[in-house]
């Protein structure tokens, strides 16, 4: 058997694009059941266990799968999800949208306990995270994919085994109505891309376009905003996940179906329009209970 420095070099001796040569580390790691990259360099002159199955991985690599689903390993906000092609790779960028809403929370709610609904969680993300890193009572991950929670289901029990959580399969808030009344914070990362020629190759073969794509009507996104009637929390904190191109419609549809609410859009590390913020019936709570908030709106 090759050692792990041999196939390592053997590999990226194949690639066209040398900036892609972690992947064969990470794939080496996987295949010889280490944890973690510093481990690999310290065990680097160690035969590789299993040679078939690196061949064959190594080959669906050359052949366009993308190096999570190879693994089974996406990372986020610094732990280990699992993934498959049933939901989208966690990316940098939804990372943004965690620490966002965490410091919302922070504002909004300090230490009390809060419900969280996280809508098209797909891997359970963004949910999962808000969850670790805040002092929530409940979460509730959906998603249309009943596949899709399978794997949320799997994130949930290793990363945040003793929190509450509810799964619930179907369209934007069809299946969560009952949860409404309870909702503090609703989070979302639905579908937001408008054509095909946006994305990459790579992600377009590969990751599940029900996740991806969306038409200019904004259909989930206007079903979020349909359901925000029903929950009866005061304030509601609502965050969506969404792309520069559909900015100027995602706000006319915010003003047009809760034309009172307080909201905010930011930009991400790259410059680009990601995250819209959302505060419902904040002023009357204000009135209400006297409450200073110091929030950026």
């Not at 680097?44 to 999570?68: A, C, S």
């Not at 990601?274 to 209970?289: A, D, Q, S």
Request: charged share 30%; glycine share 4%; with cysteine.
């Amino acid at each position: 058997m090759p050692t792990l420095r041999e196939q390592y070099f053997n590999s990226i001796g194949k690639l066209k694009d040398k900036n892609r040569e972690i992947d064969f580390r990470i794939l080496l790691a996987h295949v010889n059941k280490i944890k973690n990259l510093q481990d690999l360099y310290l065990k680097f002159d160690d035969e590789i266990i299993d040679l078939d199955n690196y061949q064959e991985l190594e080959k669906r690599y050359f052949d366009g799968e993308p190096i999570q689903y190879l693994t089974n390993e996406g990372y986020f906000c610094g732990d280990i999800f699992y993934v498959d092609p049933n939901v989208l790779i966690p990316r940098m960028e939804t990372e943004e949208v965690v620490e966002y809403t965490i410091d919302k929370i922070d504002e909004l709610f300090g230490k009390k306990s809060i419900t969280v609904i996280d809508v098209c969680t797909g891997s359970g993300c963004i949910g999962i995270e808000i969850s670790k890193k805040s002092n929530v009572e409940k979460l509730i991950l959906s998603d249309i994919n009943k596949n899709a929670i399978e794997v949320a289901k799997k994130n949930a029990s290793m990363i945040i085994p003793n929190q509450k959580t509810i799964f619930a399969v179907g369209n934007a808030m069809e299946p969560i109505e009952e949860y409404f009344k309870d909702a503090d914070v609703i989070v979302a990362n639905p579908p937001y891309i408008l054509s095909k020629k946006e994305v990459d190759d790579l992600v377009l073969k590969n990751e599940p376009h029900e996740a991806l794509f969306t038409s200019g009507h904004l259909e989930v996104y206007s079903s979020i905003l349909d359901g925000l009637k029903k929950c009866s929390k005061k304030p509601l904190l609502v965050v969506f996940e969404l792309g520069d191109e559909i900015k100027d419609s995602l706000e006319s549809l915010i003003n047009k179906k809760i034309p009172h609410a307080k909201y905010e859009f930011k930009k991400d590390i790259n410059g680009k329009i990601r995250i819209v913020g959302i505060i419902l019936w904040l002023w009357e709570f204000l009135k209400r209970t006297n409450y200073t908030l110091l929030v950026s709106f």
